[in-house]
């Protein structure tokens, strides 16, 4: 039978309702319906047709309300309690915690290890963040209702052991369990960050990691400038610079920190100047002298990270040697015209500097 028809056929059974029994006056004066309602010509001779007919408009026409996709996302995803997560967390069961809770709300403290992605992002990037369907995923929001329908959501996509952890992360705390919370940004941190927080790979967690870093330039010329502006703008919290020279005319056409009205200042005095206008986050650390053997281990112990733009051999053998014994990693970089070399050397887990280069090449065999 068509459309057409079984409206046509719904609506006379409808006239003839009405006549017979009369239209119920308001919902709550019909019994509850099975879930799933069958249109037949024989109804059920307990509820009458009006009654009837009011179930299968009630099923078929009318919306659903948020309680009724609850009750379905209830039916069809089990419920876990805070004390078997945490139970499963201690024993290092392979789970995955999904927090769908908006950013605000995460930054307020959310579950170690979790996964975050905001409901209404959910089936836009949860491919990109969980990529195994296969996993044992549990939801959890504030309260236990999100993601109860963020479960289901996430069983239609094909994700087979999906479960929602219930009260939410507002029962966790309650429990006693712990919350973690990363750093907290200004409003302004966030709005000038906000293209970081586009990247997967960085968000907001990872932006805080760059606030709490130190890294020192070895050098504010030809290498070390391009790297100090992008590191400040990037949002490193602490740069620490290495320079003795002063600013030349000749340095301008490529070194950016700097600028025509300093000819003449410490490099690292005017480099300052620069990343403050550019960044006010960054602390700019300044050690207006050249690095020896006697200063470089005091001066590398408060970084994580050595960036070597020197322009000598001895001094890029220092950084090579003191970085190895602390224990800092080198980004190294090096340039002559059109061609040049860039590398990462980390101490105790691939060679260093010297691994590829023994020693110096002699005196005057390489231009500076």
């Known amino acids: 039978m068509d459309l057409v028809c079984k409206v046509y056929v719904v609506f006379i059974l ?9 239209w119920p006056k308001n919902p709550g004066d019909i019994p509850d319906l099975p879930h799933t309602i069958q249109m037949s010509y024989n109804t059920s001779p307990e509820l009458g047709t009006g009654q009837f007919l009011w179930g299968f408009f009630k099923e078929h026409s009318m919306p659903k309300t948020q309680q009724d996709f609850l009750e379905e996302a209830r039916r069809d ?5 805070v004390e078997e997560v945490e139970a499963r967390r201690k024993r290092g069961d392979d789970l995955i915690l999904l927090d769908v809770r908006e950013k605000d709300e995460v930054r307020a403290g959310y579950i170690d290890g979790a996964v975050t992605i905001p409901r209404g992002f959910l089936e836009f990037q ?37 479960t929602s952890m219930a009260g939410g992360i507002t029962r966790w705390k309650d429990a006693g369990y712990a919350v973690v919370r990363d750093r907290q940004l200004s ?14 790979q960085m968000g907001e967690k990872g932006q805080g990691k760059l606030l709490d870093a130190k890294v020192l330039l070895v050098g504010a010329g030809g290498l070390g400038s391009p790297s100090g502006l992008y590191l400040a703008a990037a949002g490193i919290g ?15 056409q490529r070194q950016v920190l700097h600028s025509t009205d300093r000819i003449g200042v410490l490099k690292t005095e005017s480099a300052k100047q620069t990343i403050n206008g550019l960044n006010p986050d960054v602390q700019v650390r300044l050690y207006n002298e050249r690095l020896t053997v006697d200063n470089v ?15 000598n051999f001895p001094t890029r053998y220092l950084v090579n040697d003191a970085a190895f014994f602390a224990g800092k990693p080198v980004v ?23 691994c590829l280069f023994p020693t110096p090449p002699p005196p005057g065999m390489v231009p500076s």
Request: glycine share 10%; charged share 20%.
């Open 297 to 311: 281990m005091d001066i590398f112990q408060d970084y994580d990270i050595i960036v070597d733009g020197c322009d």
């Open 14 to 22: 409808a006239l003839i309702a009405v006549g017979v029994n009369g």
């Open 126 to 162: 949860v491919a990109g963040q969980i990529p195994t369907t296969d996993k044992d995923v549990v939801v959890y929001c504030a309260g236990g209702a999100r993601s109860l329908l963020a479960a289901k959501v996430l069983r239609s996509m094909g994700y087979e052991r999906v």
């Open 187 to 200: 409003a302004e941190q966030l709005e000038r960050y906000s293209r970081h927080f586009l990247l997967r």
């Open 238 to 252: 602490t740069l620490g610079i290495v320079d003795a020279d002063v600013v030349d005319l000749s340095n301008l």
């Open 332 to 354: 190294h970089g090096s340039i002559f015209q059109f061609e040049g070399q860039a590398s990462v050397f980390k101490p105790h887990a691939g060679p260093c500097y010297r």
């Open 77 to 81: 995803i089990p419920e876990v309690s």
